[in-house]
């Protein structure tokens, strides 16, 4: 079964420097990949999606992330941050090989902090 | 801007109580998903719709937890009898094309 993996449950940055998120998903066989964003009392908010095509996808707020068949990768990545980026940001899958019934497969979650 | 919209936003109740938590899907999804959110668990899948028919409720309570669509407007999931840990905030989330989400912004329950 497809999981997914986010290698850092917490990310300290200080305002302005480059931050990389990391996703690992276990099966890199046709799948979908999302980043969304938690901020503080709200509810989840797509930041970028993987579907077909380039690899290098780029979202909302200046994020960025690059899909990477080989090593099964999603990461996240921004090359600047802001104090306004500070939230939870969760990786998910979509595994097409499930069929009409597939869902999401979410990643724990990384919890992004920066500081000025 | 299509959004979905989950009602209450806040829900204070005691313990065995009936609580019922509904979802205004964006109109045209034809997926709804039913979450639930704590410190503890982090994200969790409690049921989601196609067509409004249930394709998999395993995530839930089944004694106590029930999900259904009415119509294609309107999905709920009630508690009953409510208990303190079902403390968390519940997210409902629709979907249409390429298996992208579109999330509420949550009922937050307290169980006291």
């Known amino acids: 079964a497809q999981s997914v993996t986010q290698l850092d449950s917490q990310v300290p940055v200080f305002e302005e420097a480059p931050v990389e998120l990391r996703c690992n998903y276990s099966?890199?066989?046709?799948?979908?990949l999302f980043w969304y964003v938690q901020y503080p009392n709200q509810g989840l908010q797509l930041l970028l999606k993987?579907?077909?095509?380039s690899t290098l996808v780029k979202g909302i707020n200046g994020f960025e992330a690059e899909f990477n068949k080989s090593q099964t990768s999603f990461h996240l990545r921004k090359p600047s941050v802001h104090i306004s980026d500070t939230a939870e940001y969760f990786c998910a899958v979509s595994d097409l090989r499930a069929g009409n019934n597939r869902k999401l497969i979410w990643g724990l979650g990384t919890s992004l902090a920066v500081n000025p | 801007d299509a959004r979905v919209t989950q009602t209450p936003r806040h829900k204070v109740t005691e313990m065995g109580q009936e609580v019922t938590m509904r979802c205004q899907p964006i109109l045209g999804h034809n997926t709804v998903f039913w979450y639930r959110q704590t410190m503890m668990q982090g994200l969790e899948l409690l049921a989601y719709?196609?067509?409004?028919?249930?394709?998999?409720d395993s995530g839930m309570p089944k004694d106590r937890f029930s999900a259904e669509m009415p119509d294609a407007t309107l999905a709920t999931l009630k508690i009953q009898p409510s208990e303190p840990r079902d403390s968390a905030v519940y997210f409902c989330?629709?979907?249409?094309?390429?298996?992208?989400?579109?999330f509420g912004p949550g009922t937050r329950l307290t169980v006291l």
């Open positions: 993987y579907l077909s095509g």
């Open positions: 989330a629709s979907s249409g094309a390429a298996d992208t989400q579109y």
């Open positions: 719709f196609r067509n409004r028919a249930p394709l998999d």
């Open positions: 099966s890199s066989v046709s799948v979908y």
